[in-house]
């Protein structure tokens, strides 16, 4: 059975701060995913990572994918308010009975004035 | 349309009664997928369909829970003689077949009283 690990859980943060979440899963893959989600709201796709050694980056986010050692991380860098949300890792597997996404916890980030 | 268009948004129901959460996917997307997130909580797989294939059903927590699919398109998913614990946020996705994302609804707030 696939696992996803992320860490941390939970992160509080000064804005202007740099750093990173991780997220490990426990069996092979070629696709990860990262999303964002806001209290109350849906999920919004933020990068889909699709090969080993892929990277991403959108503004002050940086998504990276190791699969060798099926460690993905999101680099957040001189975070601001605006970034304060719960992120998710999603490990995308294919198997017999078809495709699916299997999510990590999420890690609730707040980025403080 | 545009988007995953889901309904109802909000569910209110007593515990032992049946409910109908609807799904409308993105035109053209083959693949549909129904996930439970419990508060605070990541997300949880239930069911996957796949254009005319048959469903993987096995994230289906009860035999209280079954999908259908229409036509390749609208999806629902019913859960008959709700439980308490039942309450969740559903949320639908669909994507293409060889997806580079999933693109998410606004879900279903249930809530069993």
């Known amino acids: 059975e696939l696992k996803v690990e992320q860490n941390p859980l939970f992160l509080s943060m000064q804005e202007g701060k740099n750093y990173t979440i991780y997220c490990n899963y426990s069996?092979?893959?070629?696709?990860l995913y990262w999303y964002r989600q806001d209290p109350g709201k849906s999920l919004e796709s933020l990068f889909v990572?699709?090969?080993?050694?892929a990277v991403k980056q959108e503004g002050r986010l940086m998504a990276s994918l190791d699969t060798k050692a099926r460690l993905s991380t999101l680099h957040i860098t001189a975070a601001v308010h605006d970034l304060s949300a719960t992120y998710f890792c999603?490990?995308?597997?294919?198997?017999?009975?078809?495709?699916?996404?299997?999510f990590g916890e999420g890690t609730q980030l707040t980025v403080n004035p | 349309g545009a988007g995953v268009s889901q309904s109802p948004s909000n569910k209110v129901t007593e515990k032992g009664k049946d409910v109908e959460l609807r799904c409308d996917p993105i035109?053209?997307?083959?693949?549909l997928y129904w996930y439970r997130q419990s508060l605070g909580q990541g997300l949880e797989f239930l069911i996957y369909?796949?254009?005319?294939?048959?469903?993987?059903k096995s994230g289906l927590p009860s035999d209280r829970f079954s999908a259908e699919r229409t036509g390749g398109s609208v999806s629902t998913l019913t859960i008959q003689r709700t439980q308490q614990e039942d309450s969740a946020v559903y949320l639908c996705?669909?994507?293409?077949?060889?997806?580079?994302?999933?693109?998410f609804g606004s879900g279903t707030r249930l809530t069993v009283v």
């Open positions: 035109s053209g997307h083959t693949a």
């Open positions: 999603a490990v995308y597997r294919l198997n017999t009975s078809g495709s699916r996404l299997t």
């Open positions: 369909f796949q254009g005319n294939s048959a469903p993987d």
């Open positions: 069996t092979t893959s070629d696709r």
């Open positions: 996705a669909s994507s293409r077949r060889t997806p580079n994302g999933y693109t």
């Open positions: 990572l699709l090969s080993n050694g």
